[in-house]
């Protein structure tokens, strides 16, 4: 029996093929094979050597580098004064992310920490989370404060420009409207004013969208598209300029498209300034193009006569004496006296009254709109409603 099974086993082992002698890998070849894969996984999870930022403070990165051995660079998604915008895997969270990469220089690194508060401060519950972009994390990397976001899609300005300035519906426009005059309620409740609010700050939460046939033919043959996005959800961004109401305002806020008249005359400003940029965007998306297109203050006074009438006696009168030039013997506008071009003097010229400017891309809903649009660009803040108030404005009932 013994001798059987030993046979047995015999013809089994002989059956396996022989192992080649070019099978057989070295013992020094297979540790030197194991050591090249540990490093080359190393190397792709290893920040990249370092390097000079370059003259105003940004980080200099190549795409496919990481930022830490957690996120690995994609693309660049956007870049101000402040820095720059990258989107980054999150190896650990395996998603993607936009991280702010903040400029190497004291006072934005400082601005930095204040909004990473402001974010803590704003994500306190859900309505934060609902109407505010989410801050997952901070880290200070090679001196740059780098702030990570949740992804989110384009920008309502990116949007309008891939779309060759096609203005939203009216409908469409009635949601955004609603979702951001929230925002900024429950920002006001915080007692934070944004300061800030502009079409580049609000952003779509998806970049799905859907394409349709526009009015307006190219050629006889070839149908100009606009685009539309699939979902009307937006959220607020950038935070770094907001404030709190009850500490020391400085004197100049906003966007330059996107200022009230207070902060331009020197009268001082506080949460009626934030409804002043809604009013301003919500013309903006329903026309396609910004509604003060200028750089320079008397310009933007005259623009402002143009398109809502004259300014108030008792604003001129109180205005600072930075703002004292603008006016003559502080009764009325220097314009267009003091107009620096006569390309100014046509840019102001062309404009029209915010009715007749409506009237031109509404139809369904204009006087609601309208309405809605002389209260918020009231030239005296006291007059403004609240966010809360435009909320309950004749325009927004119409939404379930």
């Not at 895997?89 to 936009?98: F, I, K, L, P, S």
Request: proline letters at 5%; aromatic letters at 8%.
């Amino acid at each position: 029996m013994e001798a059987d099974r030993m046979e047995k086993e015999q013809q089994r082992t002989s059956r396996k093929r022989p192992r080649s002698a070019w099978d057989v890998v070295p013992p020094a070849q297979e540790a030197n094979k194991a050591l090249a894969v540990v490093k080359n996984e190393v190397k792709r999870h290893v920040s990249p050597p370092r390097r000079d930022d370059d003259r105003e403070g940004h980080y200099v990165f190549n795409l496919g580098e990481n930022l830490t051995p957690r996120y690995k660079i994609l693309s660049k998604m956007g870049e101000g004064t402040f820095g720059r915008v990258l989107e980054c895997w999150d190896r650990q969270t395996r998603e993607y992310v936009a991280i702010k990469v903040v400029r190497s220089i004291r006072k934005y690194r400082d601005a930095a920490m204040v909004e990473v508060d402001i974010l803590k401060h704003l994500a306190q519950n859900e309505m934060g989370s609902l109407c505010c972009v989410q801050i997952r994390t901070w880290f200070d990397y090679r001196n740059h404060i780098c702030i990570v976001f949740e992804k989110l899609g384009p920008s309502l300005f990116d949007f309008l420009k891939r779309n060759k300035y096609c203005p939203f519906p009216v409908d469409l426009v009635r949601e955004f409207g609603r979702q951001l005059l929230e925002s900024v309620a429950y920002m006001h409740d915080l007692h934070l004013i944004h300061t800030d609010l502009k079409p580049e700050n609000i952003l779509l939460v998806s970049s799905e969208y859907i394409k349709l046939p526009g009015c307006k033919r190219v050629s006889s043959d070839e149908t100009q598209f606009r685009c539309l996005p699939k979902s009307s959800a937006i959220k607020l961004i950038d935070f770094g300029s907001t404030a709190f109401d009850n500490e020391n305002h400085s004197s100049i806020v906003s966007t330059r498209h996107y200022r009230a008249p207070e902060v331009i005359l020197g009268l001082g400003w506080s949460y009626p300034c934030d409804l002043w940029s809604i009013g301003c965007i919500l013309v903006e998306l329903c026309s396609g193009k910004a509604l003060f297109q200028t750089h320079e203050n008397l310009e933007h006074l005259a623009m402002m006569e143009r398109v809502l009438g004259p300014l108030p006696g008792h604003m001129i009168q109180s205005a600072d004496q930075n703002a004292e030039k603008y006016f003559k013997r502080g009764l009325r506008l220097n314009w267009p006296e003091g107009a620096v071009s006569r390309e100014s003097i046509r840019a102001v010229k062309k404009l029209d009254r915010l009715k007749d400017m409506v009237s031109q891309y509404v139809g369904f809903s204009r006087s609601l709109l309208t309405d809605l649009l002389y209260d918020l660009l009231k030239y005296d803040p006291s007059e403004r409603p609240t966010a809360r108030q435009a909320l309950n404005h004749p325009f927004f009932k119409s939404i379930a």
